[in-house]
Antibody, heavy 121, light 113 residues
Framework: EVHLVESGGGLVQPGGSLRLSCATS????????MSWVRQAPGKGLEWVSS????????YYADSVKGRFTISRDNSKNTLYLQMNSLRAEDTALYYC??????????????WGQGTLVTVSS | DIVMTQSPDSLAVSLGERATINCKSS????????????LAWYQQKPGQPPKLLIY???TRESGVPDRFSGSGSGTDFTLTISSLQAEDVAVYYC?????????FGQGTKLEIK
């Protein structure tokens, strides 16, 4: 069974940094692209970033490009999101999501429970 | 970016009745190479992460009840719940994964009438 467990969220001041982690199990991590999707309080879903299985290709939403960095450690089956220069509008529940098909970017077959990031002074 | 627009924003349906949610993309998500529509549907219940229901516009995810079905092609898609059950109360989202950035609809809140 696939398990995705996010951690690292919390309260941070505007301009600050946080590093999110997503520990995974139950599948061959290196075979699948992984993504971060966020949901602001009471709002809809917004894709944030994706990384291919090898870690060689990364993709970002315009809203976070240049501030966030996605990475993965295939030896630890863990996905990361380094978030710098945080803004109030980054406040959201951040979900880790696994792609449905090996090798590419597509639909999100499995989701973690999310970790809450609050940016406020 | 492809804009996904769902209708209606909210919907109230009686138990046992049919519920229909529409999703329109600002450009086609149909691939000419494999004739597949890169369109997924998700269900999100309060306090829970989204759950994949449908992918490739009409393929039901394993374990999803067969009262859920997806249809459509190109730019117009529909999620149908054939006989609404109490546990189907949720917000439903469509998502295109034809191109990056993949984008979600704004969500449709489904309630019991």
């Amino acid at each position: 069974e696939v398990h995705l467990v996010e951690s690292g969220g919390g309260l941070v001041q505007p301009g600050g940094s946080l590093r999110l982690s997503c520990a995974t199990s139950g599948f061959t991590f290196s075979n699948y692209a992984m993504s971060w999707v966020r949901q602001a309080p009471g709002k809809g879903l917004e894709w944030v970033s994706s990384v291919f299985g090898s870690g060689s290709n990364t993709y970002y939403a315009d809203s976070v490009k240049g501030r966030f960095t996605i990475s993965r450690d295939n030896s630890k089956n863990t996905l990361y999101l380094q978030m710098n220069s945080l803004r109030a509008e980054d406040t959201a529940l951040y979900y880790c999501a696994k792609e449905g098909a090996a090798g590419g970017l597509g639909y999100f077959q499995n989701w973690g429970q999310g970790t809450l990031v609050t940016v406020s002074s | 970016d492809i804009v996904m627009t769902q209708s209606p924003d909210s919907l109230a349906v009686s138990l046992g009745e049919r519920a229909t949610i529409n999703c329109k993309s600002s450009q086609s998500v149909l691939s000419s190479s494999d004739s597949k529509n890169s369109l997924a549907w998700y269900q999100q219940k309060p306090g829970q992460p989204p759950k994949l229901l449908i992918y490739w516009a009409s393929t039901r995810e394993s374990g999803v009840p067969d009262r859920f079905s997806g249809s459509g092609s190109g730019t117009d898609f529909t999620l149908t719940i054939s006989s609404l059950q109490a546990e189907d109360v949720a917000v439903y989202y469509c998502q295109q994964y034809y191109t990056t950035p993949n984008t979600f609809g704004q969500g449709t809140k489904l309630e019991i009438k």
